[in-house]
């Protein structure tokens, strides 16, 4: 299958500072990236979409100011967590598909705000 | 409102005990259904995608299979290294062209040696 490396996989920051993340898919052109937030034992929650070159579609209740997301080329996005809080702290995963196929999923990225 | 039920939560197995995993559905036209494989802080890894009731598709020990209303994966002689959480979701073909996938809660699998 497809690849999609995210990074980093652990991430621990200070309450008030932002953290970025990092998706890209490796060995396809990813048209569509999605972010979801997944807690202990639930459900992943989608945050986003977002297309190559347009701005991410936030999911009602996920702050747009507060998780910026950017999807500047076809095989990158990012997600940026801004002025972080212990709240915050969750398992980030990113996903990829190009066109109409299956959606891949990155490791995960686990963020510890402190 | 489109929904995805997984059941049981936990299912406990010896190994070559073999079971099924449940995924019941409601969406408003079902475009796919997807299973994937999540391993503790891993993110889901893709295994089947099924588009139409009556079509079956298999991977090794894994089979699924979907129906109008569910969707099951039915694992044949499971080994230890098969225990994960398994998720299914399905993507609605209403409108827009995101594509996003519902995901059930998952059932977390475990195989005793």
């Known amino acids: 299958g497809a690849v999609v490396s995210q990074h980093p996989s652990r991430v621990i920051c200070k309450s008030g500072t932002s953290v970025k993340i990092e998706c890209r898919s490796l060995d396809f052109q990813a048209t569509t990236m999605f972010w979801y937030r997944q807690f202990p034992k639930q459900s992943l929650m989608l945050m986003a979409t977002s297309n190559e070159g347009s701005k991410a579609t936030y999911e009602q209740g996920v702050e747009k100011d507060k998780f910026l997301i950017n999807h500047a080329s076809l095989t990158l996005s990012t997600l940026t967590v801004t002025s972080a809080h212990p709240e915050d702290s969750s398992f980030y995963i990113c996903?990829?598909?190009?066109?109409?196929?299956?959606?891949?999923f990155g490791q995960g990225t686990r963020l510890t705000v402190v | 409102e489109d929904q995805v039920t997984q059941s049981p939560e936990a299912l406990r197995l010896q190994e070559g005990e073999s079971s099924s995993l449940n995924c019941s559905y409601t969406v408003s036209g079902l475009r796919g259904l997807f299973w994937y494989r999540q391993d503790p802080g891993k993110g889901p890894e893709f295994l089947f995608t099924l588009y139409s009731a009556g079509e079956e598709k298999e991977k090794e020990r894994l089979k699924a299979t979907l129906t109008k209303k569910e969707s099951f994966l039915h694992i044949t002689a499971p080994k230890p290294e098969d225990s994960a959480t398994y998720l299914c979701a399905v993507q609605a073909a209403r409108g827009g062209s995101q594509g996003n996938l519902i995901f059930g809660k998952g059932t977390k699998l475990s195989v005793k040696p």
């Open positions: 996903s990829a598909r190009d066109g109409d196929t299956e959606a891949f």
